[in-house]
């Protein structure tokens, strides 16, 4: 940090209007109203960050310039191509781009300390301070790639989204990072290459390990912690690279994705601590339970007996989930319920803080479809109203409605707060076919129960009918 009285005036008070801008920006985000204006004062913040340091370090502009515009272009693409559906995945890759950008500067910042002014003028060694950020953000950096990586592959179906639960995992972990963090206390005293690339090495192994017991229920709070640590790692590559923007921006990043994280296991009714530690929600007993379909008798309906049950309903209330997302089937039902409000229906929308692959994935794809907000209610403010509503309509959301998180202790969602759609005097559950499950590989006992009606078929398909039999 004693460079960074060396900063200029101005370069100082641009970083604090670019930190103030991200501040708003994450206040504007916190609500769908408001976040398109969160994101232009995000944009414009870091476009200030960006152009104050090429001013102050930019010796190589053309270079710089050519990168960015390479970056920018594959970033645009990605963005313009990628589907809702794939928007987790492709959080979690970004995350692991993060991750792996600290790792590289840490890696750059050792081998070259000179270049980064971190040189004892006396010594002619790294500074002490300097290599308790090395450490920290290599070990941070290297957690969130390999973390970020094992999420991507479960998300996108490369890998399974079951736990996979390793023997003794809690005492390999824990002592893991025991060596990690020693090491890192030994760094302090003796700068050898040997070190630093163990700690990076055990670092990448220890990201693996913590998130591939995770299982498929949990993901979203996997990909909030993983946003975190990427904030913290780029927090401390920014004490390396001596630059406030990026130690600011790593900061809110990192602490607001903590507090996200510790809200939505708060929600979940998992432990914050475990999230850390990782594995929670899976042990042995739990990855083995709850997972085996029985045939059992069921109700199928059609759309033409949704229209007619939902059309005589004084309140419907909608409870959408992957499925939706994957269809794309938004757009659809916010067209249903504007007919079953027109027919004098309520109509609300019951989400829960896990819904979907990544934390607000339902609200973001109903505010894509132009759902209004005062409709769109969470698990805490809607739940006591099932047992009152008519229609319980459920498009694609397993997990989130399994009862056997409340009964079955072998489940792999046991203890996780549902929607209690079974409550509801017509339940109308729309899935692909009965031969799947949820992303937790867990049967749902409201597909048998005697108030549900299957509706089988693509979620968006199934819909646009139920349409139709309406506006007949």
């Known amino acids: 940090m004693h460079e960074l009285a060396a900063t200029p005036a101005w370069a100082s008070l641009a970083y604090l209007v670019s930190g103030v801008l991200f ?11 408001s976040s398109r204006r969160g994101n232009r004062f995000g944009m414009l913040g870091m476009l200030i960050a960006v152009a104050t340091t090429l001013v102050l370090h930019g010796t190589n502009l053309v270079e ?53 002014g971190i040189l004892d003028p006396v010594t002619g060694q790294i500074l002490a301070v300097s290599r308790i950020e090395m ?3 290599v070990a941070i950096g290297a957690i969130t790639f390999s973390g970020s990586v094992i999420a991507f592959l479960k998300l996108n179906g490369n890998m399974s989204g079951a736990p996979i639960i390793l023997p003794a995992r809690h005492v390999i972990n824990l002592g893991t990072l025991a060596a990690i963090l020693g090491l890192i206390a030994y760094f302090v005293t003796d700068d050898a290459h040997w070190v630093f690339f163990t700690i990076t090495a055990l670092s990448f192994v220890i990201g693996f390990l913590l998130i591939i017991p995770i299982g498929g229920a949990d993901m979203p709070v996997v990909v909030s912690m993983l946003n975190s640590y990427s904030g913290w ?5 920014g004490f ?30 998992r432990s914050f601590i475990s999230v850390i530690a990782g594995g929670f929600g899976a042990d042995s007993g739990a990855a083995a339970g709850g997972g085996e379909k029985v045939d059992r008798p069921w109700k199928r309906g059609s759309a033409e ?6 059309s005589q309903a004084e309140q419907v209330i909608i409870v959408p989930g992957y499925g939706m997302a994957v269809s794309q089937a938004q757009h659809v039902l916010r067209e249903m319920g504007d007919l079953l ?3 004098g229906v309520r109509v609300k929308y019951a989400i829960h803080p896990v819904a979907g692959r990544m934390p607000g994935h339902m609200n973001v794809l109903l505010a894509e479809a132009n759902v209004p907000y005062d409709e769109v209610f969470e698990l805490e403010d809607i739940n006591s109203e099932f047992s009152q509503t008519d229609i319980a309509f459920v498009i694609g959301a397993n997990d989130v409605t399994n009862p056997a998180a409340k009964t079955d202790k072998s489940s792999p969602i046991y203890g996780m707060p549902i929607l209690d759609v079974e409550k509801a005097k017509t339940v109308l559950f729309l899935k692909r076919s009965m031969g799947g499950v949820g992303y937790a590989g867990v049967d749902n006992d409201v597909f048998y129960m005697d108030n549900t009606m299957m509706l089988l078929g693509d979620a968006k398909k199934m819909v646009e009918e139920i349409v139709k039999a309406m506006a007949r």
Not at 76 to 100: C, E, N, Y
Not at 305 to 310: C, K, P
Request: aromatic share 6%.
């Open 233 to 237: 790692a780029a927090a401390a590559m």
């Open 341 to 343: 409000k027109a027919e």
């Open 135 to 137: 450490g920290l953000g």
């Open 240 to 269: 390396t690279l001596h630059n406030t923007a990026m130690i600011i921006t790593g900061a809110l990043v990192g602490s607001s994705g903590a507090i996200l994280s510790y809200i939505m296991c708060r929600a979940m009714n």
């Open 23 to 33: 501040i708003l920006a994450l206040r504007g985000l916190s609500s769908p109203a």
């Open 64 to 116: 710089i310039a050519i990168a960015i515009a390479i970056g920018g272009a594959i970033g645009w693409v990605t963005a313009r191509k990628i589907a809702m559906t794939d928007m987790p995945q492709l959080v979690a890759a970004f995350h692991s781009l993060v991750g792996l950008a600290a790792v590289l500067v840490a890696a750059a910042a050792f081998l070259n300390p000179g270049a980064f």
């Open 305 to 310: 007996d949704a229209a007619f049950l939902m």
